[in-house]
């Protein structure tokens, strides 16, 4: 089970940190990642972080303004959201993928938080 926290509404330029935690005790074997899903929009790919943490990932939109990084002894995965842009409007997901290393692409992701909402205002 996977809890996605710290959305909320942000003025443009500001910062958010989303956080994720894992009820996993297994969770260092999950690659993790974060997907967003803008109103009217598909889900896409914003950032994911290898296993250990060693290895990440950026969409191009996000690419120098956000940052993935998790902590396997407390089971969360995190994303540091700077320089927020109206764009960056949607609801936030994390999600955890078991077959593996690192991955982009959604079908490969196993388990899904519920999703937290990020408004940036202009």
């Known amino acids: 089970q996977l809890q996605a926290c710290g959305g909320g509404l942000v003025q443009a330029g500001g910062s958010l940190r989303l956080s994720c935690a894992a009820s996993?005790?297994?969770?260092?074997?999950?690659?993790m990642g974060w997907f967003r899903q803008a109103p009217g929009k598909e889900r896409e790919f914003v950032a994911a972080?290898?296993?250990?943490?060693?290895?990440?990932y950026y969409a191009d939109s996000v690419k120098g303004r956000f940052t993935i990084s998790r902590d396997n002894a407390k089971n969360t995965v995190y994303l540091q959201m700077d320089s927020l842009k109206p764009e960056d409007t949607a609801v936030y997901y994390c999600?955890?993928?078991?077959?593996?290393?690192?991955?982009?692409?959604?079908?490969?992701?196993?388990?899904w938080g519920q999703g937290t909402l990020v408004t940036v205002s202009s």
């Open positions: 972080t290898s296993r250990s943490g060693g290895m990440t």
């Open positions: 999600a955890a993928a078991s077959r593996v290393s690192i991955t982009t692409m959604a079908h490969e992701y196993d388990y």
């Open positions: 996993k005790r297994t969770f260092s074997t999950y690659a």
